[in-house]
Structure formats: structure tokens, C-alpha cells
């Protein structure tokens, strides 16, 4: 446990919608409830690509510090000198442009998932932090949790024996109660193209996290070996996935990955079957769903004996008893600006792009394509998905 003051991150944030306002709410939940007392979290500033009135009403919402600035756009929330760390929260249409457009103001940045909707443009960005010396991270919460730190652990200690392989699924079903479409129109961040829409991009990351985080990023520095990919789509009718199956291929180390994703049915109806199964020589380990946001595991051994392992999510009594499990990579930000360190060592830059690699060849195999506006990977401060245009 650190002494002192805890050392404060002042955030400034990009758009007022469903996950920003569940981002916050963690940010302004005491650190100390969570066993954090080495770091805090200030919300400084908030911004709106359609009104400084959206911003005011966000920061009502959220119950935020009254003296916080609002901003009708994202140009002038990242020139605000106050803010240290901006956290991106637009579709993922938007991320590239958008966290450009924080990068180049000089702003140190959290970005959603998915990081960006190409490769290159996932390259571009860590270029560019490393060229200014700046934190750059993808929000993959999932990858903080306790739960997840544990897993790595359990892996590393051997618990299971020599891990082969990793099947890990994240579906939702947002099946219409009538007809054969879906519970949103067409031009839902889900499933509109022009939004990067689509099961892959949405939930794919996840099933693709356990997938990373157990057989790649434990892999020996020197040995580190991006996985070949073999994908299969269904399409919906706007053009966006809505089924994908993703194998990933480790043939160096002998594993294989397998991460399915489906907004047409749920992973788990009952309550009952893993999630993600992580499996080896001398038993597997089992995490319960959702694969996003993990609190509860089972250890499984060759011979049949069992155990599961409960982690409550951590509830601030004194903000209505929230807590979602995004503050810890909230903390990690705080913990990588304070040690001077531009990239978390948890999900390395170079670990985001063979990410966005992997998910870039299974939409390809699929068939899945998206407009130049939100592929290119040419920076463009008036794009309009930076003026709220788009
Ligand atoms: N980590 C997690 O658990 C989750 C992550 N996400 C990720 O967060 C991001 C945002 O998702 P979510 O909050 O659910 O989305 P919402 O649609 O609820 O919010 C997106 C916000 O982006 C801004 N925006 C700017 N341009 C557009 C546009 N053309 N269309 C729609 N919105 C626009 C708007 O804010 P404004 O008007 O203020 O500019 C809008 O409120 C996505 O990348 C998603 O994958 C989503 C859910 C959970
Ligand atoms: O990141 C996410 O996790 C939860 C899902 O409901 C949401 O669509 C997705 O964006």
C-alpha cells in the first residue's frame, strides 16, 4: 500500500452517452472502497458533440463536481488545459479521429473498445502517443478486474497444468419479439455500418480478450507469436455481422483460441455454463458470464474435483452503492501517468494491434466491409466525426 497523498488523475470526457455515464459513475466512487488509496480521479471537464447543454445534463446525471466545465464539442474539451487524460466514449466509427484529434492537442487518452475500426489506424495512434510522449490505452476493463489478474496468476502457477487451449463466448440476444429482425433499427451503433457497427467489433473483443490474455500475452517476450486466423460471418441486413466464430491459431506454442460471438442468443440463458473455459493438462478454469465483466470462476481438475470463487463487485455506499468494475482500469491510467509509463503493461500497445489485427482478418473472412469515412487512417481534425457532423 502506497503512503502520501494519492496521486490524482484529472479526466476530461468525450461524449455523453450509455457507457460514459456508467464510466463516470466509477471514477466518482471512493477509491478506497475498492482497497485503491494510491490514486483518485478528478472529472474535470465534460463534452458533447451535439450541445454544452447535453454535457450540463450528463454532469447532473452523474452526479458530477458542480465547478466542471461542459462543452457543446470535442475540439474544445481537448484544448482544455485542466484535463489530463481524456476518455473516448463515441462509437467506434469515431475512436480514430477522435482520440487523433485528443493525441494531437497533447492529451493523454483511454480509449473504447474497440480500439479502432483497422489495423493501421491502431498503429497510427500508438505512432503518434509514442511520437508525443503520451499515455495511450484501450478501455478493456475486463482485462483489470481482480478476476482476471487471478486467472494470469492461476495460469502462470501452473494450477492447470500445460494450458492448450482457450474457448471463450460473449452473445446477447437482441432478437425482435416479433419478426426476424433485431430490438434496434438500422441506424443503432450495433449494427449500422456507418457506426462500425456489428457482433465482432461490440462483444468479438471480449471472447478475444480471454483468448489474448491466457494464451498470448503470457507467451516469453522473445517468443511472442500472433495467432493465424480463421473466421466466419453471418450477416444482418444492414451489412454488419451478427453471428462471427474466430479461431486463433498458436501453432509455436501449440494452443488454439476459439471466441464466438452472436447477437441472436445468449451465451449462458441458464445461469449455468461457462462463459470462457481455459483448458489444460491437469484440469481447466471456468469463467462465468458475462466474459466482460467477470465475477466468478471454477477451478476444475483432471480428477473431477471442484471449487468456485466468488469476486463481489465492489459498491460505494455513499454514491448509491455503485461500482460496475471500470474503475480499475480508471486505476491504471492513474498508476501508468504517475510512473511515467505512456503504455499499460497489462495491454501493451503492440498486444492492441495484433488484437485489431485479428479481429481486421475475421471480419475480411467474412465479408464484412465499412465506409472509407471510418477506415481511413489519414488524421483529419474536421472530419466529421470530430465536429458532430456524423
Ligand atoms: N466497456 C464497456 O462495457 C462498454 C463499452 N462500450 C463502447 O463504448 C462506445 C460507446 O458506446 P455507448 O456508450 O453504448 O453508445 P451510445 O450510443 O450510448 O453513446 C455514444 C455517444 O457518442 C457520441 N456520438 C458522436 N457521434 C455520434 C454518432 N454519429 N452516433 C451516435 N453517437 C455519437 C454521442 O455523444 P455526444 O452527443 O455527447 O457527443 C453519443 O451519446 C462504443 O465504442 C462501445 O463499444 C459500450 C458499452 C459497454
Ligand atoms: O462493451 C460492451 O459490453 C456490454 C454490451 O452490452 C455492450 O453492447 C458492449 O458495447
Known sequence: MATGNPYT????????????????????????????????????????????????EFLQRIDGAFDAKTYGSYAELVVDPNVDIIYVATPHSHHFQNTMLALEAGKHVLCEKAFTVTAAQTRKLVETAKAKNLFLMEAVWTRYFPLSIKVRELITSGEIGTVFRTIGDLSINLHAKEGSGLQFSDSHRMVNPDLAGGATLDLGVYPLTWVFQTLYHLQPEQDKEAPTVIASSNKYTTGADENTAIICSFPGHNTIGIASTTIRADTDPENLIPAVRIQGSEGEIQVFAPAYRPLKYKVVKRNGEAQTFDYPQPADPARKNWGHGMFWEADECARCLRDGKLESATLPWKESIVIMETMEEALKQGGITYPELITTDVYDPKSPLNTGNQ
Open 9 to 56: 488523475l484529472k479526466w476530461g470526457i468525450m461524449a455523453t452517452g450509455g457507457i460514459a455515464e456508467t464510466f463516470c459513475k466509477d471514477l466518482l466512487c471512493d477509491p478506497a472502497v475498492r482497497g485503491a488509496n494510491d490514486v483518485r480521479h478528478e472529472i474535470v471537464a465534460v463534452s458533447s458533440s451535439s450541445s454544452s447543454q447535453r454535457a450540463a
